[in-house]
């Protein structure tokens, strides 16, 4: 079956750090795939996406590529932000369906 | 235009004990879908509806059982709780069907302790 490994957290950043956020899944075919952010005590809100390989999603600074070769989409942003606190979670879907298989989650904390 | 929504927003049952949870989805969407979030882990899929139909389900025992209504609105219901069930359980809303993956919108989750 379909699975999303993500690295484990906290992530522990200075602001204006660079941030790596590692994914990487299994699956048949050819899924999409995105970054879900997840605030302290909100649900999920979708950060960004990508549904073909080499495609490049992107949102608010972060960025993510779609690599088939390496069944990775790891999630990116130059300068992070306090606000950016947050937990991250990669996950996949199938054409025509909606329904979502996540990783556990990375937690992300940045001090000022 | 309202987005997802979830009531209540906490609950304390006791083991045995039955639950059910509610969800209106965004306005235009017609399809719903549960997630069980346990404590420090991704949400897992539960189930999803449309047209009133379970037409989706994870791998979740029969005590878990849902339903939706002709409003496109939905009820998640997990009867002999269990320890285990306490989670945060999320509703999520998209269009059915199309070429490609259906963007689901999440509401903020009912947070469900069991004693």
């Known amino acids: 079956g379909d699975s999303v490994t993500q690295m484990e957290g906290p992530v522990t950043l200075s602001e204006e750090a660079f941030l790596t956020i590692n994914c990487t899944y299994t699956?048949?075919?050819?899924?999409?795939l995105f970054w879900y952010v997840q605030y302290p005590g909100e649900g999920l809100q979708l950060l960004l996406k990508?549904?073909?390989?080499?495609d490049k999603g992107s949102n608010k600074g972060f960025e993510a590529t779609y690599r088939k070769e390496t069944t990775s989409f790891h999630l990116e942003k130059g300068s992070v932000q306090v606000s950016d606190s947050a937990v991250y979670f990669c996950a996949l879907s199938h054409s025509g369906y909606s329904t979502l298989t996540f990783g556990k989650g990375t937690m992300l904390l940045v001090s000022p | 235009d309202a987005g997802v929504t979830q009531s209540p927003t906490h609950l304390i049952k006791t083991r045995g004990q039955q639950v059910t949870l509610r969800c209106s989805p965004k306005?235009?969407?017609?399809?719903v879908s549960w997630y069980q979030q346990a404590l420090g882990q991704g949400p897992q899929f539960i189930f999803q509806y449309y047209e009133e139909e379970e037409r989706q389900r994870g791998n979740f025992p029969d005590r878990f059982s849902g339903h939706q209504f002709p409003n496109y609105s939905s009820e998640l219901n997990v009867n002999a709780l269990l320890l285990g069930d306490s989670a945060l359980y999320l509703c999520?809303?998209?269009?059915?069907?199309?070429?490609?993956?259906?963007?689901?919108?999440f509401g903020p989750g009912t947070r469900l302790t069991v004693t």
């Open positions: 699956a048949t075919g050819y899924p999409s």
């Open positions: 999520a809303s998209s269009l059915y069907g199309g070429a490609g993956p259906n963007e689901q919108y």
């Open positions: 306005s235009g969407h017609d399809t």
């Open positions: 990508a549904t073909k390989a080499d």
